[in-house]
């Protein structure tokens, strides 16, 4: 029998960095391609959103015209959400789930790099409207028949749309597959630590709603330019079927961007006090809980339409206040007597908890449809998906930056620029958004680029538009501090947190194939295993050769 | 805290105007009372844990490694679920108030929206059409339940009056008979605020309208202005005393009549023919006040200013020969 000896390919031949990056199937540097390009549309979609504030600081018209402010508030819709925090997390998801799990890479490389690429190409194709007399103005939800007046802006924004979904939907498969058939050995699904959980339901959510919006996208587009009659009364179309394609797909989108960010501060909370995460397993069935009934609510966003069942829709709504109860009980549960370090990864966790705690009590006020019929497209709606996207993801983005930056280039961030980032950021951020509420109740609407001296909103408004800007000038000792870091920052050695999970038992960074070795997996808990055992107070180790042989039994039974 | 809070008038809507309104509010200050304890207790909790817990420098030590406690996530599992189901239950009783249609509405006005306007058509077949430079009024009566029927002409739109604490969509269906239909009784008279909540395209913002609540009488003349081509009159605050006169076959119905003095009243002045009537007061060859001119069948109330006492005539312009009366100013 011969034996064939393997030369890494990477050392075969040598290419420029350009090159390198550009032609990369490496999880790693993907992911960091990822999370590069969701931060650059970030700031773009954040330079709207001060357009936005600017706007509205006072009533008038100063600054921009309405049709130049309708492309604004539906490019910041849809970039942000499409384009940076749903990319974002995907990027940490590619960078650090197959770390996670003890694996050398994603199940398909190419398909990896693929569904990158698609996501600049698809982003550019969205904004180019700008250059074509002008972007898409209907709203980041698109509603027919407003579609059916749309220039060519609106045809970019929906094949834009269509391709970063198919990015989306085979980043979905990848994970999926990496998840179920690249796990290390030992690792059991109830093994896995929880952002790779969040991350599993999340791809699942992901294939099962984006080809429903994929499938909308395309029937709009044949509306638009080929005499469809889907969605345009005009012609026999139903406007209200489009709200029904997009919110199938539009509200497990909501858990989509919420769920890996829940998964981020579940792995930042345990390592920082020190403790398991209580309650995994309940975590886990309350994340599959939410991936479920997401399908369920999606007319609540349609209560004034009058053209839904509304005691089903704010029933199964209201129901997710349950998984979602259960695991703000286990964050608060995983708190208590720990011993909290409160660096800045850490801050931002506990800045997640403390405003997505907002979103979600006002999102279960507004499944209540008399109120809703108040609240609907006012404000106050602005304000509940702001404290769910923004307090809440991407609060997690920024733990998610600080926490496993030194894993991904060897060095730790500054800790005291990034607390004067934090205080800045959530400060800026509440002062921004809470006023919202108010303006909401008091009546007033969305998406108006202009508003009456005599309704009393400016001082509201006025105090919204500084804290944007607060929010805007946090990024600056976020900016300082990455570039600080890569010239000077504190080497970070392979595991400057006392982490929990696998990604902390290679190298900052990892090598191409991540890991020479793998310790023994016996819980979702390795490298705290290793050092610690249990935590109890007595090592048992002949525990751990029963358990590790039960487990590699109970595992070829699951897969 | 709470009560601080509430009176403050922070994080309340408008004080409603409607009956259901009402209902709407009711509910929302239950919601709002479990969200603040919701708040408290979780954020409570948070700084709680952050000041108590806090690692001491230099502190290796683990602390117990708690991994659950079924009965505990039992009990935490119960306590959504019990504030779900009580909001879930509040909120279709009172659905169901904010729902319910009457039999006989006082008024049944069809709403149609439009880029970017609005356009109100009364039962009576008279409609009002707004500009941006002239958003139009929405008179409805107060007191009596109002039915509108909400229709879009493009573009969905929605129909949003913040101190009604109601909104509903217009929305163009291609079968006309699924349109929306909303239902309140205002309990209150005056002017409120509406614009368009749903975005509709360029000009959404200023999609405004305004609703002019009136007592029986004053709507009925206003929708009468409103036909008549007339500015309805401003409204009524409150008429202390009303006098009321009839226009048939070229003839008054009365011939005298007799009010306070330095006290404003009104005339509600009934035109029962298709000819054009009015009601003037003069003093020998002085105007003292001009009413506008009912050119249809139908009702005005006019707001006669305060008169000092004396003896005074009231006559119609159009036929001051035919049509004549005394009005006594009395002490």
């Known amino acids: ?559 | 805290m709470l009560i601080v809070f509430l009176l403050a008038g922070c994080l309340l809507p408008p004080e409603p105007k409607t009956d259901a309104g009402r209902d709407v509010f009711n509910l929302y200050i239950i919601v709002l009372v479990l969200a603040a304890i919701v708040f408290v207790a979780v954020e409570g909790f948070i700084l709680y844990a952050v000041v108590r817990y806090r690692r001491k420098p230099g502190d290796e030590t683990l602390p117990e490694q708690l991994h659950g406690n079924t009965t505990v996530e039992i009990i935490w599992t119960l306590i959504p679920t019990v504030i779900v189901f009580i909001l879930f239950g509040f909120s279709m009783v009172t659905l169901a108030e904010v729902e319910a249609r009457s039999e006989e509405p006082g008024a049944t006005i069809q709403v149609d929206g439009f880029q970017w306007q609005w356009r109100f058509t009364y039962e009576e077949g008279v409609s009002e059409t707004g500009t941006l430079d002239e958003p139009p009024t929405l008179y409805v009566p107060v007191g009596e339940p109002v039915r509108l029927i909400l229709s879009s002409e493009d573009v969905n739109h929605a129909f949003f009056v913040p101190e009604f604490l109601i909104k509903r969509d217009l929305i163009r269906y291609a079968d006309d008979s699924k349109d929306n239909e909303i239902e309140f009784t205002v309990t209150e008279a005056g002017t409120y605020a509406g614009q368009c909540a749903e975005f509709c395209g360029t000009s959404h913002a200023e999609m405004t309208f305004t609703v002019e609540a009136l007592p029986r009488a004053d709507y009925d003349a206003a929708i009468a202005g409103i036909a008549s081509g007339e500015t309805p009159p401003p409204t009524t605050a409150e008429c202390e005393v009303t006098v009321e006169i009839k226009a048939d076959n070229t003839q008054f119905d009365i011939d005298e009549f007799e009010v306070p003095a330095e006290t404003a009243f009104c005339i509600e002045f009934e035109n029962l023919e298709a000819v054009p009537h009015n009601v003037s007061i003069y003093d020998g060859g002085t105007n003292l006040f001009e009413g506008a001119f009912v050119n249809e069948p139908g009702t005005i109330t006019y707001e006669v200013p305060a008169l000092p006492a004396g003896d005074y005539t009231f006559i119609c312009d159009a036929h001051p020969i035919d049509m004549v009366g005394d009005v006594t100013v009395t002490e």
Do not use: C
């Open chain 1, 1 to 559: 029998m011969a034996t064939t000896t393997l030369e890494p390919q990477a050392s075969a031949y040598r290419r420029s960095w350009v090159i390198d990056w550009l032609t990369t199937v490496d999880h790693k540097k993907i992911g960091i391609l990822y999370i590069v390009n969701s931060f650059l549309f970030f700031f773009a979609a954040g330079i709207l959103a001060l357009v936005i504030r600017s706007e509205l600081a006072v009533p008038g018209l100063q600054f921009v015209d309405q049709s130049t402010y309708n492309q604004a508030f539906t490019m910041h819709g849809t970039i942000m959400l499409f384009l940076f925090i749903i990319p974002a997390l995907s990027g940490f998801g590619n960078y650090i789930v197959p770390l996670q799990l003890g694996a050398p890479d994603m199940a398909f490389p190419r398909i990896n790099a693929l569904s990158f690429w698609l996501l600049p190409l698809g982003g550019g194709l969205i904004f180019s409207g700008y250059l074509f007399g002008g972007a898409a103005a209907e709203g980041w939800t698109g509603y027919a028949p407003l579609t059916q007046q749309g220039g060519v802006g609106t045809d970019l924004w929906i094949i834009g749309l269509t391709l970063v979904g198919t990015a989306s939907i085979l980043g979905a498969v990848n994970f999926i597959a990496t998840i179920f058939k690249m796990r290390a050995p030992g690792m059991t699904l109830f093994r896995m630590p929880i952002f790779v959980w969040t991350v599993l339901v999340t791809a699942v959510l992901i294939l099962l709603a984006t080809p429903v919006l994929a499938a909308g996208l395309i029937a709009l587009f044949i509306d638009r330019n080929y005499g469809g009659s889907f969605f345009d009364p005009s012609v026999g179309g139903n406007p209200v079927l489009w709200q029904h394609i997009f919110w199938f797909f539009g509200h497990p989108e909501v858990y989509i961007v919420i769920l890996p960010a829940m998964g981020v501060v579940s792995e930042i909370l345990p390592v920082f006090s020190r403790k398991p995460l209580f309650g995994y397993r309940a975590f886990v069935f309350a994340t599959i809980a939410i991936g479920l009934l997401s399908f369920s609510v999606w007319a609540h966003h349609m209560f004034t339409t009058g053209a839904v069942f509304l005691p089903f829709f704010s029933f199964m709504t209201a129901l997710i206040a349950i998984p979602t109860g259960i695991k703000m009980f286990n964050w608060l549960a995983t708190l208590w007597r720990g011993k909290l370090l409160l660096n800045t990864p850490m801050l931002f966790a506990l800045g997640f908890l403390s405003m997505f705690l907002i979103g979600g009590i006002s999102g279960v006020m507004l499944a209540s449809p008399p109120i809703d019929f108040h609240m609907q497209d006012t404000y106050f709606v602005v304000a509940h998906l702001h404290y769910v996207f923004f307090g809440g993801s991407v609060f997690g983005v920024f733990a998610a930056t600080y926490y496993w930056f030194p894993k991904m280039f060897g060095r730790k961030l500054n800790d005291r620029l990034g607390k004067v980032h934090f205080w800045m950021h959530f400060i800026g951020f509440n002062l921004a958004f809470f006023p919202m509420h108010q303006l909401g109740l008091s009546g007033m609407p969305r998406r108006v680029s202009d508003y009456s001296a005599d309704t009393g909103w400016t001082i509201l408004n006025f105090a919204s538009t500084i804290g944007a800007f607060l929010i805007a000038l946090s990024v600056i000792p976020f900016l300082i501090n990455v570039i600080a870091t890569f010239i000077n920052g504190e080497p970070a050695g392979d595991d400057p947190w006392e982490g929990n999970t696998l990604e902390w038992a290679t190298t900052s960074p990892p090598p191409p194939y991540n890991f020479d070795t793998l310790p023994p997996i016996h819980s979702e808990r390795p490298l705290f295993f290793l050092t610690h055992g249990h935590g109890h107070s007595a090592e048992r180790p002949s525990d751990l050769e029963e358990t590790d042989e039960d487990d590699v039994e109970r595992r070829d039974g699951i897969v």
